[in-house]
Structure formats: C-alpha cells, structure tokens
C-alpha cells in the first residue's frame, strides 16, 4: 500500500474527496480542513493499492496540486487493517507489477547526480577491482561489483528515453562518463603508487588469470549477461525489490573492466587496456537496451489503466 498526503487549495477539497472515493483500491480516507498553512489548504489523506497509485497521482497533478498544493508519496510497510486488505484485493493486477513513473523519475534523477560520493564510490570500487584483477582474486572483484554504484545513471538513461526527458537523459550520461573517467584516473594513479610499493607488478598483470582473465576478453555472453542483469536491475527499481539490486551488481562486469583498462594502462599494456574497455561498452550497452525495452514493455502493459472508468465509492 502507498499513503498519499495531498495539500489541497481549499476551494477544490471537494473534487479531490470524490476522486478518492470514487477510485477503486482507496482506503482510509482522511480530510483536515484548514490544517495547512504554507501552502494553505485543506490537507487529505489517504491509503491506496500501489497498482493504481500511478494513474491517481497523474490524476491528481492534472488538477494542478503539485503546483498549488503539495504531493507526498510514501510506501507503508506494514499495516493492519480489514478496509486495506479489502482494497488491494479489489485493485486490478498486482502490485509487484505496478509502476510508479513519477517515484521513478525522481530516485534515477537523485540517483544519476555527479556528486563528490558518486565519483568516490566508483573510485572506490574501481581500486577494489583492480587488486582483485592484479591478484587474480574473485572475491575482490565480486566485492567491487556490489559497491559500485554505476546502475543509478544507467537506469536513469533507460527513464529518461522512455519518459522522453532529455535533462534526465543528460545528467545520466555526463554521470557514467564523467565518472568512469575520473574513476579511471584514479585507479592508474593507484596503480602507479601500488607499483612503486611493489605490491603490484606487470608479471601479475601479464601472467595466468584463470579468475579474470575474461575481464579483457569480451564476448557475447558478456552482452547476454549485461541484457539479463539490465532486466532484472530495472524490475528491482519499478517493483520495489530494490534488494535485488545487489545480485545485479554482480552479475556485470563494468567496474573490473574500467579498473582492469587502468592496471593495463599503467603499464602500458594497450591490449588489455583494449580488450578492458571493449568489455565495458558492451556491458553498457546491453543493460541500457535492455533497460530500455524493460520500460517499454511495463508502460505498454499498464497504459489502458489510467482510462478505466472510476469505481463507484464502496459503502
């Protein structure tokens, strides 16, 4: 269940109630005449089924609330109540399946900032991996994976060319290549210090690499997996399962292929660093495209249920 708390301009406190009762899957209906003061206005409350809490807040902007009132969205977990169990079996579908676009919008566009974390994470990350890559070391490389947080921009790529929203679309890519970039530059420096403490070396580099020699090595099944973890990450944000986002973090190789095209080129080794970066692209491109087919697919299924005809308020 979602619980919205809308500030309404008094004068329209009536149509905003009759909407509400009038949308099947509502509960829990609460008005307070008067109680806001900045902006003033009546404030509503209420508990709706996250299968139609999409099409209400649409609703609820197309009366101008989000300019002249106020909107807040947050997800209730855990409530006991006979009237909200009633109300998510009368909503249609299912709520995994339900997606917010405008919950969306904003935790990508939060999530794509090029921020000073951002950029220390990903470096981060990208130092992590290249010890791992160094060392031949799973473990370290799967430990990259999971701290990296380049899914945020990547996902909100795939939003802003579903939602059409080129600022989105924007600030996503300048956060993947600004920061890859600077992640990268990092990591060589890194690596340089690294060397001239010899801990590392260009015989590791060079040498066997059962555990990551296919960090440099890109294939198709590299694209397969990238397309795979694009449409598990982008299911995890849209359904709230967010905790799967962990499995799709290391189920990619972006991070190890940047930290590994930073190893190789400190030491000059142009192949690797080729190879490293081949492997990065890919990865990229598969969850973007399919990330962006994800998108499409769950606006297409949900679309005729903002034109359902509203249900009459239950007695």
Same mark, same amino acid.
């Given at each position: 269940?979602?619980?919205?708390?809308?500030?309404?301009?008094?004068?329209?406190?009536?149509?905003?109630?009759?909407?509400?009762?009038?949308?099947?899957?509502?509960?829990? !209906?609460?008005?307070?005449?008067?109680? *806001?003061?900045?902006?003033?206005?009546?404030?509503?409350?209420?508990?709706?089924?996250?299968?139609?809490?999409d099409?209400?807040?649409?609703?609820?902007?197309?009366?101008?609330?989000?300019?002249?009132?106020?909107?807040?969205?947050?997800?209730?977990?855990?409530?006991?109540?006979?009237?909200?169990?009633?109300?998510?079996?009368?909503?249609?579908?299912?709520?995994?399946?339900?997606?917010?676009?405008? #919950? !969306?919008?904003?935790?990508?566009?939060?999530?794509?900032?090029?921020?000073?974390?951002?950029?220390?994470?990903? $470096?981060? *990350?990208?130092?992590?991996?290249?010890?791992?890559?160094?060392?031949?070391?799973?473990?370290?490389?799967?430990g990259?994976?999971?701290?990296g947080?380049?899914?945020?921009?990547?996902?909100?790529?795939?939003?802003?060319?579903?939602?059409?929203?080129?600022? !989105?679309?924007?600030?996503? !890519?300048?956060?993947?290549?600004?920061?890859?970039?600077?992640?990268m530059?990092?990591?060589?420096?890194?690596?340089?210090?690294?060397?001239?403490?010899?801990?590392?070396?260009m015989?590791?580099?060079?040498?066997?690499?059962?555990?990551?020699?296919?960090?440099?090595?890109?294939?198709? &099944?590299?694209?397969?997996?990238?397309?795979?973890?694009?449409?598990?990450?982008?299911?995890?944000?849209?359904?709230?399962?967010?905790?799967?986002?962990?499995?799709?973090?290391?189920?990619?190789?972006?991070?190890?292929?940047?930290?590994?095209?930073?190893?190789a080129?400190?030491?000059?080794? &142009?192949? #690797?660093?080729?190879? $490293?970066?081949?492997?990065?692209?890919?990865?990229?491109?598969?969850?973007?495209?399919?990330?962006?087919?994800?998108?499409?697919?769950?606006?297409?299924?949900? *679309?005729?249920?903002?034109?359902?005809?509203?249900?009459?308020?239950?007695?």
């Open positions: 269940m979602l619980h919205l708390r809308v500030i309404v301009p008094a004068d329209r406190t009536e149509d905003v109630v009759r909407l509400v009762e009038g949308t099947v899957g509502c509960t829990h !209906l609460a008005v307070l005449p008067g109680a *806001a003061r900045n902006p003033a206005g009546d404030l509503v409350m209420f508990d709706v089924a996250r299968e139609v809490g099409g209400l807040i649409a609703e609820l902007r197309a009366r101008g609330l989000d300019e002249d009132g106020a909107i807040a969205v947050e997800n209730v977990d855990l409530l006991l109540s006979k009237r909200a169990d009633e109300a998510e079996r009368e909503a249609p579908g299912e709520a995994a399946d339900a997606v917010l676009w405008e #919950q !969306l919008t904003d935790a990508t566009n939060e999530e794509s900032t090029l921020s000073v974390t951002y950029i220390a994470f990903l $470096s981060l *990350a990208t130092m992590i991996a290249a010890c791992g890559v160094v060392l031949d070391n799973a473990i370290l490389i799967v990259a994976m999971a701290v947080p380049e899914f945020g921009p990547l996902a909100g790529f795939c939003t802003a060319l579903v939602r059409r929203a080129p600022r !989105l679309a924007w600030r996503s !890519l300048a956060a993947l290549l600004a920061g890859f970039a600077a992640a530059v990092f990591t060589v420096l890194f690596s340089l210090l690294m060397d001239a403490a010899g801990l590392f070396s015989e590791q580099l060079g040498g066997e690499r059962p555990n990551t020699g296919f960090i440099y090595a890109p294939d198709w &099944f590299s694209f397969v997996v990238a397309v795979l973890a694009g449409v598990a990450g982008t299911l995890s944000l849209t359904s709230s399962k967010s905790g799967a986002l962990v499995g799709v973090a290391i189920s990619v190789t972006t991070v190890p292929a940047a930290a590994n095209a930073a190893v080129l400190s030491y000059g080794e &142009f192949g #690797q660093t080729r190879g $490293s970066t081949e492997q990065l692209l890919l990865n990229l491109l598969g969850i973007i495209v399919a990330g962006t087919l994800t998108l499409l697919v769950q606006k297409a299924l949900w *679309a005729g249920r903002r034109r359902r005809p509203a249900h009459p308020p239950r007695r």
